[in-house]
Every structure is written in structure tokens, then in C-alpha cells.
Nanobody, 115 residues
Framework: QVHLVESGGGLVQAGGSLRLSCAAS????????MAWYRQAPGNQRELVAI???????NYGISVKGRFTISRDNAKNTVYLQINSLKPEDTADYYC?????????WGKGTLVTVSS
């Protein structure tokens, strides 16, 4: 079993910053990748950022240059630093873990950006 808990969401003004955290627990050895997705009302869930087991990162086009994914292996935690927030970044942000070709999800944390 894998358990993911996101935190760090909230209400922020446009141009501001947030850091989201995702703490993983359970059977988390040999992780293939961890990622952040987001879903705005009426939209499909989209990939925001991913970090693989070897540390490679990749980002969605709309967030490249503003978002940074990182991890602390000692704390089993993945972070998403979000800068220069825009109202269109408003969404539920979900942590994802891929292990042995299985996907695990957290319950999400809401980010609301006011203009």
C-alpha cells in the first residue's frame, strides 16, 4: 500500500508563490516516478511536473519556467515550488506516484489564485 498526503495549497494573489508538499509512506521502495497533476473545474487532469527515479524532470508547457519539482529522499517527500502564479493556475493539485507500473494518488490540495 502507498499513502500520499499533499499539503501547502491555499489562496494567493496573482504573482505570488506557494510550495506544495507530498509526503509518501507505505511500500515506497523502487519508485519509478513521482509527479504533480492538476485539475481545474470542468477540465481534464493534466500533468504539471514529473521527477523520475534517476532525478530527471519534465514540465507541462504552461508551467515551464515557473514551477519546479524536487524531492527529499530522506523525508520521502516531493515538492512543487510554484512561482509567478496566475489565475489560470487555480486547480486541485494531486500528487502521483508510479511504482511497478501502478499509479497511486493523493487526495489533492486546492490552489486558488486571485487576480
Amino acid at each position: 500500500q502507498v499513502h500520499l498526503v499533499e499539503s501547502g495549497g491555499g489562496l494567493v494573489q496573482a504573482g505570488g508563490s506557494l510550495r506544495l508538499s507530498c509526503a509518501a509512506s507505505g511500500s515506497i521502495n523502487r519508485i519509478d516516478a513521482m509527479a504533480w497533476y492538476r485539475q481545474a473545474p470542468g477540465n481534464q487532469r493534466e500533468l504539471v511536473a514529473i521527477i523520475t527515479a534517476n532525478g530527471s524532470t519534465n514540465y507541462g508547457i504552461s508551467v515551464k519556467g515557473r514551477f519546479t519539482i524536487s524531492r527529499d529522499n530522506a523525508k520521502n517527500t516531493v515538492y512543487l515550488q510554484i512561482n509567478s502564479l496566475k489565475p489560470e493556475d487555480t486547480a486541485d493539485y494531486y500528487c502521483n506516484l508510479v511504482r511497478h507500473d501502478m499509479d497511486y494518488w493523493g487526495k489533492g490540495t486546492l490552489v486558488t489564485v486571485s487576480s
